[in-house]
């Protein structure tokens, strides 16, 4: 963060306000975990706050600390509405584009507060007064612990707030083994282990908490996963029809895409998942080394994210979308086989 910005968070921060913090639509571990150990830290040092959020959540990551304050746009739609208007404070966690909260967008262009970004993605938007990006940086999580440290505010990090932050930086680095992983979020880590964190816990809420059809679900997937040897890719597709024969819960295809990418000799893997009632196939997008997914989310797929994780979607049929992602390979033929 750029010293004239942080004066600036420390000015806003230095008397009580109303807060709300923000994480994107169908959020993850780390934009849960970065929302509540903020809003944590924001009540702790004598702020209103609230996490509003535009959607719910998966099942496992329902058991966070002060999850169940969290306010959901679409399902108390008035409560979330009345919280970002009387709002002095915006604070938007995890992305940097409003487009990626969806719904809830023009609410948060109405508001008469002030924003404030923090976000790892690529291409920030300029909506903030304090924009805090960083596409160096794992996790907003980590970015999080980062602007603790800034303000001085380390000795508020408690067992609780601990464990927000754990999860975030666990999630999105896979489990500490990314790239995007550096000995700074591993001293990160450590001090967050020292304050509380029960990382052994953690690890056993958000990946051994499998249901049985969970796991059917991941054989479908498996056994229609793609290789397409000359272009060192893969990918993976769910239809609606599949989902539904397995019970299909929000969150259930989480990860799903890195079998495609544990492939040997590949280096690009993308996840398909119908979704019939907003009408789009969801894609995920992976990658290894310096090929980027974010450019080709952005180019191809109204997305975007991380050279080496990116999210995008399509309004084709999935056989459609499958067929238009073979067709654009050619073209990066020879960035995939460097
Ligand atoms: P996932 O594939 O796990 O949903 O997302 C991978 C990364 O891409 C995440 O960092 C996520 O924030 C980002 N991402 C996912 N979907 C979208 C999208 O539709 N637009 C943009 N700009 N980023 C996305
Ligand atoms: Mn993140």
């Given at each position: 963060?750029?010293?004239?910005?942080?004066?600036?968070?420390?000015?806003?921060?230095?008397?009580p306000k109303k807060?709300?913090?923000?994480?994107?639509k169908n959020p993850?571990?780390?934009?849960?975990?970065?929302?509540?150990?903020?809003?944590?830290?924001?009540?702790?040092?004598?702020?209103?706050?609230?996490?509003?959020?535009?959607?719910?959540?998966?099942?496992?990551?329902?058991?966070?600390?002060?999850?169940?304050?969290?306010?959901?746009?679409?399902?108390?739609?008035?409560?979330?509405?009345?919280?970002?208007?009387?709002?002095?404070?915006?604070?938007?966690?995890?992305?940097?584009?409003?487009?990626?909260?969806?719904?809830?967008?023009?609410?948060?262009?109405?508001?008469?507060?002030?924003?404030?970004?923090?976000?790892?993605?690529?291409?920030?938007?300029?909506?903030?007064?304090?924009?805090?990006?960083?596409?160096?940086?794992?996790?907003?999580?980590?970015?999080?612990?980062?602007?603790?440290?800034?303000?001085?505010?380390?000795?508020?990090?408690?067992?609780?707030?601990?464990?927000?932050?754990?999860?975030?930086?666990?999630?999105?680095?896979?489990?500490?083994?990314?790239?995007?992983?550096?000995?700074?979020?591993?001293?990160?880590?450590?001090?967050?282990?020292?304050?509380?964190?029960?990382?052994?816990?953690?690890?056993?809420?958000?990946?051994?908490?499998?249901?049985?059809?969970?796991?059917?679900?991941?054989?479908?997937?498996?056994?229609?996963?793609?290789?397409?040897?000359?272009?060192?890719?893969?990918?993976?597709?769910?239809?609606?029809?599949?989902?539904?024969?397995?019970?299909?819960?929000?969150?259930?295809?989480?990860?799903?895409?890195?079998?495609?990418?544990?492939?040997?000799?590949?280096?690009?893997?993308?996840?398909?998942?119908?979704?019939?009632?907003?009408?789009?196939?969801?894609?995920?997008?992976?990658?290894?080394?310096?090929?980027?997914?974010?450019?080709?989310?952005?180019?191809?797929?109204?997305?975007?994210?991380?050279?080496?994780?990116?999210?995008?979607?399509?309004?084709?049929?999935?056989?459609?979308?499958?067929?238009?992602?073979?067709?654009?390979?050619?073209?990066?033929?020879?960035?995939?086989?460097?």
């Amino acid at each position: 963060m750029k010293a004239s910005e942080l004066a600036v968070l420390k000015e806003l921060l230095a008397t009580p306000k109303k807060i709300v913090i923000v994480p994107h639509k169908n959020p993850d571990g780390d934009a849960m975990g970065s929302t509540l150990a903020l809003y944590q830290y924001l009540i702790k040092t004598g702020h209103t706050a609230h996490v509003v959020s535009p959607n719910d959540y998966p099942k496992f990551l329902k058991w966070l600390p002060f999850e169940e304050t969290v306010v959901k746009y679409d399902l108390q739609n008035k409560k979330a509405v009345r919280l970002i208007k009387e709002a002095d404070l915006i604070f938007t966690l995890d992305f940097n584009a409003l487009s990626r909260v969806a719904e809830m967008a023009p609410a948060l262009q109405q508001a008469k507060a002030q924003f404030i970004m923090i976000d790892h993605h690529q291409q920030p938007d300029d909506y903030a007064v304090v924009t805090y990006s960083d596409t160096s940086i794992c996790a907003t999580c980590q970015m999080v612990y980062h602007t603790f440290e800034m303000l001085d505010a380390t000795d508020q990090v408690d067992a609780a707030i601990a464990t927000c932050l754990y999860t975030g930086i666990m999630t999105d680095t896979g489990s500490f083994r990314f790239r995007s992983t550096t000995a700074t979020t591993h001293r990160v880590i450590a001090d967050l282990i020292e304050k509380g964190a029960d990382n052994a816990l953690i690890h056993e809420k958000i990946y051994d908490a499998n249901n049985f059809s969970r796991m059917q679900l991941l054989g479908t997937a498996l056994t229609n996963l793609h290789r397409l040897e000359e272009y060192r890719a893969a990918y993976i597709t769910l239809s609606q029809e599949e989902l539904d024969a397995h019970d299909y819960q929000k969150g259930d295809t989480e990860g799903f895409v890195n079998y495609g990418l544990s492939l040997d000799n590949t280096v690009l893997a993308l996840i398909f998942i119908e979704n019939k009632q907003e009408g789009i196939i969801k894609i995920s997008l992976r990658s290894k080394g310096d090929f980027s997914v974010n450019l080709m989310a952005r180019e191809h797929f109204e997305g975007g994210g991380h050279t080496n994780a990116a999210g995008g979607k399509s309004d084709r049929s999935l056989e459609d979308t499958v067929a238009y992602f073979i067709s654009i390979l050619p073209q990066y033929k020879e960035a995939l086989n460097e």
